[in-house]
Nanobody, 123 residues
Framework: QVQLVESGGGLVQAGGSLRLSCAAS????????MGWFRQVPGKEREWVAA????????YYANFVNGRFTISRDNAKNTVNLQMNSLIPQDTAVYYC????????????????WGQGIQVTVSS
């Protein structure tokens, strides 16, 4: 069992930056691949980024275009998403998620989810 809690969201102007963090409970955190997703009302949850269990591999959705960086610290049971050059289209609720094996882009592949945190980018 893994419990995930996001933090770091909020309101930022276009062009600004935010750093999301996800704190995980459980002794097996380091064995999970982690992902970040986002969702706006009326749309499906959208994959943003993923990182392998050891942090050695990272993956990004095309729309990230070099603006975001995912990282993890297994000693602290945390995964982060540094978001730079934010645009209004990045406005969404952001979720972190844990996946037992491999990594993936589909929400249904993930086993545990945080409650989500709002990110709002004003123009």
């Amino acid at each position: 069992q893994v419990q995930l809690v996001e933090s770091g969201g909020g309101l930022v102007q276009a062009g600004g930056s935010l750093r999301l963090s996800c704190a995980a409970s459980g002794r097996t955190f380091s064995s999970y691949a982690m992902g970040w997703f986002r969702q706006v009302p009326g749309k499906e949850r959208e994959w943003v980024a993923a990182i392998s269990w050891d942090g050695g591999s990272t993956y990004y959705a095309n729309f990230v275009n070099g603006r975001f960086t995912i990282s993890r610290d297994n000693a602290k049971n945390t995964v982060n998403l540094q978001m730079n050059s934010l645009i209004p289209q990045d406005t969404a609720v952001y979720y972190c998620a844990a996946k037992r094996t491999g990594w993936g882009m589909a929400a249904h592949e993930y086993d545990y989810w945080g409650q989500g945190i709002q990110v709002t980018v004003s123009s």
